[in-house]
Nanobody, 124 residues
Framework: QVQLEESGGGLVQPGGSLSLSCTAS????????MGWFRQAPGKEREFVAA????????YYADSVKGRFTISRTNARSTVYLQMNSLNPEDTAVYYC?????????????????WGQGTQVTVSS
């Protein structure tokens, strides 16, 4: 089993930046694909970004490409999401997720483990 815990959410003004962290415990995540998802009020959960086991490959939703950066540190069992140029449409609960690398990185389904989420609010 893998337990995931997100942190770093909060309130930020439009145009600002925020960095999220996701720390894993239990089974090692060093071979897992790690992803970030988000769910805005009244909307379905959507894919944000994913990273392969060693950080050498990443994949982003078009809506965040060029603004968000996903990274990981396996030694610390931690995955990060650096979010820049935030706008109100980025307001959502952000979730960290993990899955085995059985499917291509661009596959946005099949995640086995999920965190509880952290709220990100972009507002002036």
């Amino acid at each position: 089993q893998v337990q995931l815990e997100e942190s770093g959410g909060g309130l930020v003004q439009p145009g600002g930046s925020l960095s999220l962290s996701c720390t894993a415990s239990g089974r090692t995540i060093s071979t897992y694909v790690m992803g970030w998802f988000r769910q805005a009020p009244g909307k379905e959960r959507e894919f944000v970004a994913a990273i392969n086991w060693n950080g050498g490959s990443t994949y982003y939703a078009d809506s965040v490409k060029g603004r968000f950066t996903i990274s990981r540190t396996n030694a610390r069992s931690t995955v990060y999401l650096q979010m820049n140029s935030l706008n109100p449409e980025d307001t959502a609960v952000y979730y960290c997720a993990a899955r085995k690398p059985l499917l291509p990185l661009t596959t946005t389904s099949g995640y086995d483990y999920w965190g509880q989420g952290t709220q990100v609010t972009v507002s002036s």
